[in-house]
C-alpha cells in the first residue's frame, strides 16, 4: 500500500481512532460502535447516543441489535482492555445508515478502503509486512527495533507451526 494510502485513511476523520480488530476465522473486520456513532455525530456522550438509538432500533423491529458482538477492545482513556459492542462491516453499513450524519459516505469509502487493502494482502502478503513496517515508523519504532520484531514473530509462527 503506498504511503499516500495509508495517511489518507488514518487522517481521515480528524485523527480520531476507531478501535477495530480482524477475525482471522470469520475473515472479517470488527468495529467499535461507540467509535463510530461518536465519529458520525460528534455527540459528547456517544455511549448515551447508542444506547439510545439501539432501543429505538428495537422498537422499531430492526435486526441490527442482534448482530452485535462484544469484543475486548483496548480504551482509549485507561488503555485497559474492555467488552466492547462491535458490528462488522456489513453491521457498521446498516448503522450507519440509521445515523443522520454527513460523515457517513465518507465513512463508507474509508470501510472499502479497509476490504480492498485486506484483499491485496491475502494475493500479496508483502503488503502486509510492508504496511506492518510502516505502521512502526509511524509510531516512532527504530528500524533495527522493526527488524527485531518482524524476526520475532517469524520464529513465534516457526514454533506454532511444527
Known amino acids: ?52 438509538l439501539k432501543t429505538k432500533l428495537d422498537n422499531e423491529g430492526n435486526q441490527l441489535s442482534s448482530k452485535l458482538g462484544q469484543l475486548k477492545l483496548k480504551s482509549q482513556k485507561d488503555g485497559k482492555s474492555y467488552l466492547t459492542d462491535v458490528l462488522d462491516i456489513k453491521g457498521i453499513l446498516r448503522l450507519i445508515e440509521s445515523v443522520p450524519s454527513p460523515k457517513a459516505e465518507p465513512f463508507k469509502l474509508w470501510l472499502a478502503n479497509l476490504g480492498s487493502e485486506k484483499i491485496d494482502e491475502v494475493f500479496d502478503p508483502e503488503i502486509a509486512i510492508k504496511r506492518a513496517i510502516n505502521y512502526y515508523r509511524k509510531k516512532g519504532y527504530s528500524d533495527k527495533w522493526i527488524e527485531a520484531k518482524l524476526k520475532d514473530i517469524l520464529k513465534q509462527n516457526k514454533l506454532t507451526d511444527l
Open 1 to 52: 500500500m503506498n504511503q499516500n494510502k495509508l495517511e489518507a485513511i488514518l487522517n481521515l476523520f480528524e485523527g480520531k481512532e476507531i478501535r477495530s480488530i480482524w477475525d482471522k476465522e470469520k475473515e472479517d473486520y470488527y468495529f467499535s460502535v461507540v467509535d463510530v456513532i461518536s465519529m458520525l455525530t460528534e455527540s459528547p456522550r456517544p455511549r448515551k447516543y447508542w444506547n439510545d
